[in-house]
């Protein structure tokens, strides 16, 4: 758009960066549960999975309701998320480094959304479940300081 203006999105758009922030998210936790020692740690990564899981599948089925399908990312998109886990990890699986790499995670997620929020264009269901998300992962980040 001219102006600096951004461009506005719909409600299926909203749904569909739910859904692939969620399934992105699930996906990291996938890579880095291997990687984990610590059984609070891993509880907690656990808990946090089924909960992305769960926000994903809420996305996918408003997205069915609308007659749209849900996209995951790319392969390539994918396989470098993948690639940086194992690379951080290999460097250091500290639970403290873990954690961090969850933070950082999370923030991202919180970031995307909120910027999706603001292009959306309407208060619905949409916004209701990114901000869900959103409150899920700043919550996500608090759990993940206690082993910082």
Do not use: W
């Amino acid at each position: 758009m001219q102006n600096g203006q951004k461009e506005k999105i719909g409600t299926a758009e909203l749904y569909q960066e739910i859904y692939k922030g969620c399934k992105m998210g699930g996906e990291s936790l996938v890579n880095l549960l291997p990687k984990v020692t610590d059984e609070g740690l891993r509880s907690e990564l656990t808990a946090q999975l089924e909960r992305y899981e769960a926000f994903a599948s809420r996305a996918r089925e408003e997205l069915f309701e609308l007659d749209k399908t849900a996209k995951d990312e790319n392969l390539f998109t994918k396989l470098s998320a993948k690639m940086g886990v194992m690379m951080n990890t290999m460097i250091d699986a500290t639970s403290s480094h873990i954690a961090q790499m969850v933070i950082e995670g999370c923030s991202m997620g919180i970031t995307e959304l909120i910027k999706a929020i603001h292009a959306h264009d309407e208060s619905d269901g949409a916004e209701r479940l990114a901000r869900e998300v959103i409150s899920f992962e700043e919550s996500c980040t608090e759990n993940m300081k206690k082993y910082l």
